[in-house]
């Protein structure tokens, strides 16, 4: 069994997988846009000066959004 | 002759789509704004065989749903205008997002080639892509490019001729989206194909999805037909029921879902990895770049960096620019009697007019500046800086260039730092940050503060100045936040938001972008500003002197008894006629208002002056305490007689200093706050919010402290 956690716990350098995109309306169509899916592997590369935003890299770019966007999104940890 | 064929660029933004533009069209381009929407359109044309080829470049767009105005240009003008052929800039580094635009474009059935750009970063990153193979697999011409160093555009320009001169019919993707969204659509669209009125040419299928998706402007348009809306939304309702119940989702996630699966089974077949790369170059600079403590100093010194090269590159341009309209006057002057068709000429329209477009060469190098910072892909990065300190005043990440430029480091200009908000998609939030602009201290507010300084505070000089850009941030975060809070009230809107990889900015792509927007600086000075100029020259110019007081003062002038003292009466005649004017009267008037402040009717014709510009205010002074014209960079005299002048002292200087840096912005500013928000009202608003604000502030200060026995 694996912990649900989001994207926020992640620490930088640590990979995962999206499980879930807990959102919809204009945020969740934006964040699919960019291409936050289910099943889709990303790694957090780092986090603003003031911890706040956070910088992911997903299907070979690199994307940011703030802390309580990356709550929205559980995701799994892998190997 | 026929028609040009017309060529509609598409793709997300940081994909190329601008070198690809300037690529094929060179210098034969135009920048124009679409009507009631502030973003950007800008046309040109190709040659292709000796023929003349239109070019659309559409604004850069991650999708096609109706969610921001660059998506609902976009897709209005593709459904509106049919243009003979799309070409969509794919970043070929970044293909599996970049392709979700594509397979929407395919979705609406536009006739379509892809243009692969940036294949020399792709291999850079180990990727190889097979150009052959997704062309057939999607079933349209790709055309591999680097549009930067000019590879691939004569084929790929060919490639879009022939799609044109094939005239296809729209054919629109069909793509499955499971069985469950799939039923629906198909009862959607039956009732669609069935309806009468169909919506221009567009397919009954993708207007059931866009129902199913949700989309706001397709949904609007179903319910101004009652009886189809009543056929529909119950359908939309029971798939969406269904999803949520079978799957606890939304049908427009399950249709992003089925999308991203199609794009990753052919990316999976077109794109392999020669090599792992770890973490390239530009992953490496972040880590420095952005890092906790370095990543905030390299930002201070980046736009110190700036604001000393704008000031050291423009000055002698500044210099030639001063010179030449101070020559055309005298030239005017000259070759016209002296009267009232002179002054107005010289001091209403050259001096006006010459006043805004004197700043050209500073506002052209501080929009070379910005250019090389959004080029270079930086500018992403300061606003993944400074998010999270701007959005405690309701503002965002974005906001901060507009607000540096503005004067943030002392000496920017508003203008250029209202047009820079065009980078910030939230309307409230870009609101917010065009109206908090001219509360930074720009560099025509300079002048006024060296000359106060110069007078009263002549022993902490560098720290009076410090202590004005600190006070000037602090009001201007402050006025934003009591602006979200009031009138701007409203959620923030997500911060999602792509950061591109580092880039060497082109030559090329810096002076386009320099000069498009220099361009449309100097058009704006030729136009509205010189209305308002000459306004503002007959309200200080009118009425005048009588005949008779006039009579009298050439009398006494001729009577004066060596130069020193005839120049003194000139000076005084000056005041005197200044006095008369209706500026000067309405000053007068002002006294009532501006009494609490410590102000005296010459302080308020200076400032009724300053609204036209700022550094009028040192010049009005000079007139208004009868020293004549003084030249605001040399003020030294009319400091020293302010210095002297009884009623003046150190708390009345600070008040007004506090005053001119926050009262109603220039009238620059003022057409420039109209354009920018499409409305009157904002730029009103901004003229009576800052004015008020301002005279609160002098009165605190000037009462408090006289209380606390400072005056």
């Known amino acids: 069994m694996t912990d649900a956690i989001t994207l926020r716990q992640l620490q930088p350098g640590q990979r995962a997988t999206i499980k879930k995109v807990g959102t919809s309306g204009e945020l969740g169509r934006r964040m699919r846009e960019m291409g936050l899916l289910p099943g889709t592997e990303i790694q957090v590369l780092g986090r603003a000066p003031l911890k706040d935003p956070v910088e992911i890299k997903l299907r070979g770019y690199n994307l940011t959004l703030r802390n309580n966007e990356a709550d929205l999104i559980t995701v799994e940890i892998g190997e | 002759m026929t028609r040009p064929y017309t060529i509609a660029l598409a793709g997300n933004p940081n994909a190329g789509k601008t070198s690809v533009f300037n690529a094929l069209t060179g210098a034969r381009q135009h920048v124009g704004n679409y009507p009631g929407v502030t973003v950007e359109y800008k046309e040109g044309s190709a040659l292709h065989e000796g023929k003349k080829v239109a070019v659309v470049d559409l604004p850069g767009t991650y999708s096609l749903t109706a969610y921001s105005p660059e998506e609902l240009v976009s897709r209005n003008y593709l459904i509106g205008q049919r243009p003979d052929v799309v070409v969509d800039v794919v970043d070929a580094s970044n293909l599996e997002r970049n392709l979700y635009l594509a397979v929407q474009l395919m979705e609406l059935g536009v006739p379509l080639v892809i243009c692969l750009n940036m294949m020399d970063v792709a291999k850079t990153r180990g990727l190889r892509i097979d150009a052959a193979k ?12 680097v549009a930067r160093q000019n590879q691939g555009m004569d084929d790929l320009l060919a490639a879009a001729v022939q799609v044109a001169q094939s005239a296809p019919e729209w054919r629109p993707l069909n793509i499955s989206y499971g069985s469950d969204v799939d039923q629906g659509v198909a009862e959607l669209a039956d009732i669609l194909q069935g309806a009468q009125e169909r919506r221009g040419l567009l397919s009954a299928r993708w207007l059931a999805v866009k129902c199913l998706e949700g989309d706001q402007e397709v949904m609007d348009r179903v319910r101004e037909t009652p009886e189809l809306a009543d056929k529909l939304l119950p359908v939309c309702r029971r798939v969406a029921a269904h999803i949520k119940s079978t799957m606890d989702d939304d049908p427009d996630s399950i249709v992003a879902d ?77 070759a016209l009697p002296p009267g009232v068709l002179s002054s107005l000429i010289v001091s209403g329209v050259i001096g006006g007019v010459g006043g805004v477009l004197g700043f050209t060469p500073l506002i052209a190098f501080m929009f070379f500046a910005i250019a090389v910072m959004e080029d270079s892909g ?21 906001s901060v260039m507009a607000l540096m430029v503005a004067g943030g480091i002392s000496g920017g200009c508003a203008v250029p730092g209202v047009m820079a908000t065009r980078t910030l998609k939230d309307p409230k939030a870009r609101l917010a940050t065009i109206l908090t ?80 927007r220099t361009w449309q600086y100097a058009k704006k000075a030729g136009t509205m500003i010189l209305g308002v100029s000459v306004l503002m020259w007959a309200a200080m110019s009118f009425p005048g002197l009588g005949p008779e007081q006039d009579a009298a003062w050439q009398k006494r002038l001729a009577a004066a008894p060596g130069q020193t003292a005839g120049l003194e009466l000139k000076a005084e005649r000056a005041r005197q006629e200044l006095a008369g004017t209706l ?15 410590g102000f005296d009717w010459r302080a308020n014709v200076a400032l009724v002056g300053g609204f036209a510009a700022k550094e009028i205010i040192v010049s009005t002074l000079g007139v208004a305490y009868s020293l004549g014209e003084v030249d605001p960079e040399h003020s030294q005299s009319l400091s020293k007689r302010l210095a002297a002048e009884p009623g003046w002292n150190p708390l009345k200087a ?50 408090g402290g006289k209380a606390l026995g400072l005056g």
């Not at chain 2, 997704?134 to 591999?144: A, E, F, I, K, R």
């Not at chain 2, 905030?296 to 030449?324: D, K, M, Q, R, T």
């Open chain 2, 437 to 516: 602009v001219p509360f930074m201290n720009c560099g025509a507010k300079l002048p006024v503060y060296s000359l106060l300084i110069a007078a009263f505070f002549a022993h902490f000089q560098a720290e009076m100045l410090f202590l004005l850009t600190l006070i000037s941030w602090g009001l201007g975060l402050g006025a934003a936040k009591l602006l979200r809070v009031t009138v701007l009230k409203g959620e923030q809107t997500p911060f999602v938001m792509e950061l591109p990889p580092y880039r060497a900015p082109t030559i090329k792509g810096l002076v386009i972008h320099t000069w498009e």
């Open chain 2, 583 to 597: 500026a000067g009267q309405a000053g007068q008037a002002l006294t009532a208002v501006t009494a609490p402040l």
């Open chain 2, 258 to 334: 089925y999308r991203y699966g199609y794009i990753t089974g052919i990316t999976r077949q077109v794109v392999s990895s020669e090599r792992e790369v770890r973490m390239d170059l530009s992953d490496k600079l972040d880590q420095v770049l952005t890092h906790r403590l370095m990543g905030p100093l390299f930002l201070f010194l980046v736009l110190y960096g700036i604001y000393n090269f704008v000031f050291w590159a423009s000055e002698v341009p500044v210099v030639w620019f001063e010179h030449f309209f101070a020559w055309l006057g005298g030239v005017v002057e000259s």
């Open chain 2, 378 to 398: 930086y500018m992403a990065r300061v606003a993944y800086i400074m998010d999270r300190v701007l959005r405690i005043f309701g503002l965002h990440g974005n």
């Open chain 2, 134 to 145: 997704l062309s057939q697999l999607l079933g349209v011409p790709v055309v591999p490019t």
């Open chain 2, 654 to 703: 600070f008040a007004l200093i506090l005053f001119v840096m926050v009262y109603a912005p220039c009238l620059a500013t003022v057409v420039m706050i109209r354009r920018e928000t499409g409305t009157w009202r904002w730029a009103m608003f901004s003229v009576a919010y800052n004015t008020l604000i301002a005279y609160l502030l002098a009165l605190v200060v000037y009462q």
